[in-house]
């Protein structure tokens, strides 16, 4: 493809070399580059990949888009490679990524899901919805890429956009009409999303979380790019019990649907009193929708925050034309891997997995939990290393107060070691309760071990922090732990019943 082809909507200037340079693909890393390639110079928070100009030029790049000025020696050096300036390269990516893949987004109908928790649940339902609804549809997040017959995991939830391109166009290719993606506050600062126009975007919540070096600076910066979606999309579907939400929208720029339990006048409400479902393999709530529609819900996902994921998915599907069958048939088949999933291994207490690792989650799930009547609520947790204390501190405190007992452990400590971790979610434990009963296991499969070995009729032991993954990183080695499959194999070794 000529680069005049790719530059149609994007500001730049045109360095030196030509518009009618052949462009071969698109590359951001410069260990990747091949002949004839477009290399994007990104200034990265840990690097500048204009450091690597000449490199690429070795390597064959044709191509240069650049945002600042190289030094003279190196641009002197680049007598034959077409050089663009552009304000800003990472929108640059996104923008020639898009056109590159001929604009898979615009060939399909984009729901865009934001927030600090339930995200990954929500999209789900989303897609079951769609899917009980005749639609084939594509889904993008924290647990992978969906499409028909096919799924593989993935290292961001909004991956860079060169790779989301990619993505969404092997989901028109493979007859998606709907996608459905996870959209993040980094994906949304770091450009990744740039160029997707969305029909529906919704926002589910909002905590603070992701705040600290390489992340966002402040509550406030965090909370403004979340918004960043509702001047993206054509409907936004909002959560009006939260109290960040007015804020949020601060400058939208689509028209408003909004969902929740006690606000009066939201277009989509949930009777306060629900019921709790319970059985050896599902915990779940049914309820009451009022407003806009009329309709009793069963979701076998419980509490609280199920209600108002699937008040998200009705607002959404209502404004994407999902009849009601397809919307209960949709709900009450949703499954989502590693968020409150039950592992079924014994007739006298129950575990599951859960993703939450930040404090807002663990708070609404141990409070989800509470609402069960356990015997004892048992949580086994550890945090990630070379991330935010915040976190450690807020987990500690949480389970200090919410939990019966706690088994301290790893997760994902990269290059931080697993003692110095659970040092500091004592730290938080002790604001928390300062008499809360815990044991320390640092090795995760050994607390797993503990955790059966040590359980009580009548309890309910949460496993969280690592829900879907299937590994453990431990000094930056990845290797194989998928908790689901190591509790079944210890279960039934011991003789569970």
């Known amino acids: 493809m000529l680069l005049k082809q790719l530059v149609k909507e994007l500001p730049y200037t045109l360095v030196q070399g030509s518009l009618n340079t052949e462009v071969t693909d698109i590359y951001y890393d410069s260990r990747k580059m091949t002949p004839g390639g477009l290399f994007v110079c990104i200034v990265g928070t840990q690097r500048d990949s204009h450091d690597f100009a000449a490199d690429v030029a070795a390597r064959g790049a044709r191509t240069l888009v650049i945002q600042h000025d190289l030094a ?13 300036q552009t304000p800003n390269t990472r929108y640059a990516l996104a923008m020639l990524s898009t056109a590159w893949f001929g604009h898979p987004a615009g060939e399909m109908t984009m729901i865009g899901v934001t927030g600090t928790k339930g995200k990954t649940t929500t999209t789900h339902m989303i897609k079951a919805v769609l899917e009980a609804g005749g639609h084939k549809v594509g ?8 499409y028909p017959n096919h799924h593989y995991d993935l290292n961001n939830t909004t991956p860079e956009s060169y790779d989301l391109q990619r993505i969404l166009r092997q989901l028109a290719d493979a007859g998606c009409d709907a996608c459905v993606m996870e959209v993040s506050s980094q994906g949304l600062m770091m450009d990744r999303v740039a160029g997707i126009r969305y029909k529906v975007g919704v926002f589910t919540n909002l905590y603070p979380d992701h705040i600290g070096p390489g992340e966002h600076q402040s509550f406030e910066e965090y909370r403004g790019w979340k918004g960043q979606l509702f001047r993206r999309c054509e409907v936004g579907v909002v959560n009006a019990d939260d109290e960040n939400a007015p804020a949020l929208l601060e400058g939208h720029t689509c028209r408003l649907v909004t969902y929740g339990i006690h606000t009066p006048d939201a277009d989509y409400r949930a009777d306060e009193n629900y019921e709790l479902l319970r059985s050896k393999t599902m915990l779940g709530v049914a309820f009451h929708v009022s407003g806009r529609d009329d309709m009793d819900v069963k979701v076998n996902m419980p509490g609280q925050f199920s209600i108002y994921n699937a008040l998200a998915t009705i607002a959404a599907a209502r404004e994407l034309g999902v009849p009601d069958a397809a919307i ?31 404090e807002a989650a663990t708070e609404s799930l141990m409070e989800t939990l509470r609402a069960y009547r356990p015997h004892r609520l048992v949580v086994v947790f550890g945090c990630g290393g070379n991330r935010s204390k915040l976190r450690r501190y807020g987990m500690g405190e949480v389970c200090a107060k919410l939990a019966d007992f706690c088994i301290l452990t790893e997760d994902n400590n990269r290059f931080e070691k697993v003692e110095d971790i659970i040092a500091d979610i004592k730290v938080g434990m002790q604001k928390g309760n300062p008499n809360a009963e815990y044991v320390e296991i640092p090795d995760r499969l050994d607390a797993l071990h503990y955790a059966i070995d040590h359980a009580q009729e009548g309890d309910m032991i949460a496993v969280i922090g690592k829900g879907h993954e299937a590994y453990r990183d431990r000094e930056g080695v990845k290797t194989p732990f998928l908790e689901r499959e190591l509790i079944e194999e210890y279960a039934a070794e011991k003789g569970v019943e």
Request: proline letters at 6%; a negative charge.
């Open 72 to 84: 003279p020696e190196v641009l002197a050096a680049l007598p034959d490679v077409t050089i663009l």
């Open 328 to 358: 209960h048939q949709g709900l009450g088949s949703t499954i989502v891997k590693g968020r409150v999933e039950l592992v079924p291994v014994s007739h006298k207490f129950t575990i599951l997995l859960d993703y939450a690792h930040n």
């Open 139 to 146: 889904m993008i997040g924290t647990n992978g890429v969906y």
